[in-house]
């Protein structure tokens, strides 16, 4: 599979340039080999990027919704165009399946797309007055200057995601995407300029994350941050946005579990969330991770788990026949085979998998862990891999003291066909996003946030763009 060209430089004012503090590979996960190259901001080119965003900011928040939201959906059209293409790069460069690829571009296509459409239906609200013959308008107002700070597991659709509703609500950006898929944020910002995006409103930067970041939140200009990321860099961010009251939007880990109850049809629940768990390595702060197994049917689940974890082929996404494609880089599969051996010595017993695969690339092996002990690293760090637990419950009370044992609060999912025992739970777990009998997937038109350790803020829907907006109060009265 042949690819384009991957190298990465920044965006600033309209322009492409090199970076001045030098540059660092575009490493293949899938190969361990470089295919391109990202080039690094200094100190200068940050404050570049902030003082084009803050001149932009004026001229793009005057115009109307449906300006902004032209342009927003002629990029995603032409994303839609070039797809194929940019699937090649986004496959290289995180170690996706071509599925897996394709699959989050398209959803980048729809997110762009749609928050194109809600750039035209934001609307303020009329208040009667408390005097005779007043009123009270609820205005929103665009905040100013954005920075979006983006990950390596999603680079697409995440960068999408920010881009779109920052811009549908007359903000101006400064966004800094992942350096290890740096193609795929120049990508989409490419698809924005040939929109006729106007010079400014997006500037593009790579650099050292702290140091970048620390530079970013310093500024004046900033109104608001929104990241993805881990709990662990979202607190730091939150310490530097604090001095400036910078708005935060911050969507941080998770660790989902899955309750199964005596009652579930297992061959569903292994169909529904196989490819939550799965999927892209397993590096997704929704997917499936913990599973609590009612003690009739635990067994059964652990077996049929394993069974289905077995039938994924390994390999490079452009391998025909592949289906599960690499995790992102070294420190992943170190991530990975400590936390297996920590819960291996305390008891935990390997179904399957376990083992880092002895070839080329960053690849281990899709496990399933059964007896798993509560003094478990893995049960309360986030895994990011493909691995799953199953630990044994025996009420509804103990499901949800278990679900909610650890320290996020993302996503959790529900497989019961008793009303009883669902409302029981829903009302019971720590977690904003929860599927019952199905996964609970983030999509452009509702909002979605993390509580407590999983973040603050909305995005999605018009929660997410309202994000980036403040509700000004107008009273107003006859002279």
């Not at 005596?262 to 061959?267: G, H, V």
């Not at 829907?461 to 109060?473: D, K, W």
Request: aromatic share 6%; charged share 15%; proline share 4%.
């Amino acid at each position: 599979m042949a690819a384009q060209n991957l190298d990465a430089h920044l965006f600033i004012d309209g322009r492409w340039e090199e970076g001045n503090s030098g540059s660092q590979p575009n490493i293949d996960p899938g190969t361990g080999d470089a295919i391109g190259l990202v080039t690094l901001a200094d100190a200068a080119q940050v404050q570049a990027a902030l003082d084009a965003a803050q001149r932009a900011f004026p001229a793009w928040s005057a115009l109307t919704g449906q300006a902004r939201g032209a342009i927003l959906k002629k990029a995603s059209a032409l994303l839609a165009e070039c797809l194929e293409e940019v699937a090649v790069g986004l496959l290289l460069e995180s170690g996706k399946t071509k599925a897996d690829a394709t699959g989050e571009l398209r959803r980048t296509v729809e997110t762009l797309a749609w928050n194109g459409e809600e750039a035209s239906r934001i609307s303020g609200k009329v208040h009667q007055g408390i005097v005779a013959g007043s009123t009270r308008l609820s205005v929103p107002t665009p905040l100013g200057v954005v920075v979006a700070i983006t990950p390596w597991n999603f680079p697409a659709v995440l960068v999408g995601r920010k881009l779109g509703a920052a811009l549908a609500a007359g903000c101006t950006v400064v966004l800094k995407a992942s350096e290890f898929t740096p193609y795929s944020a120049r990508a989409i910002v490419q698809t924005l300029v040939d929109a006729g995006l106007p010079d400014g409103v997006v500037n593009l930067i790579y650099g050292d994350p702290a140091a970048v970041s620390e530079q970013l939140l310093a500024s004046p200009v900033v109104k608001a941050v929104s990241f993805t990321g881990s709990t662990q860099v979202g607190k730091r961010l939150a310490a530097l946005a604090a001095p400036n009251l910078i708005r935060p939007i911050f969507e941080l880990g998770g660790h989902a579990p899955v309750i199964v109850w005596s009652d579930a049809d297992i061959e569903k629940v292994i169909q529904v969330t196989a490819p939550a768990k799965f999927g892209s390595a397993g590096q997704s702060c929704v997917a499936p991770t913990r599973y609590l197994a009612h003690h009739s049917i635990h067994d059964a689940l652990v077996e049929a788990l394993a069974a289905k974890a077995q039938t994924y082929k390994l390999g490079h996404g452009n391998e025909e026949g592949t289906t599960l494609g690499s995790v992102a880089h070294a420190g992943r599969v170190a991530s990975f085979l400590q936390l297996v051996d920590d819960a291996v010595a305390k008891g935990a017993v390997i179904r399957t998998g376990g083992k880092q695969i002895d070839r080329r690339g960053f690849f281990v092996e899709p496990t399933v862990l059964s007896s798993v002990t509560s003094d478990a690293e893995i049960l309360a760090e986030e895994p990011f891999g493909p691995v799953a637990t199953v630990q044994s419950i025996n009420s509804v009370d103990e499901a949800i003291q278990l679900a909610n044992a650890g320290l996020y609060s993302f996503a959790a999912y529900v497989f019961t066909d008793s009303i009883a025992v669902r409302d029981k739970l829903v009302a019971g777990l720590h977690a904003s996003n929860i599927g019952v009998n199905q996964t609970a997937p983030s999509l452009p038109d509702v909002a979605l946030g993390g509580l407590g350790n999983s973040g603050y803020g909305y995005e999605g829907g018009t929660e997410g763009v309202l994000a980036y907006m403040h509700l000004r109060l107008v009273s107003q009265s006859a002279a």
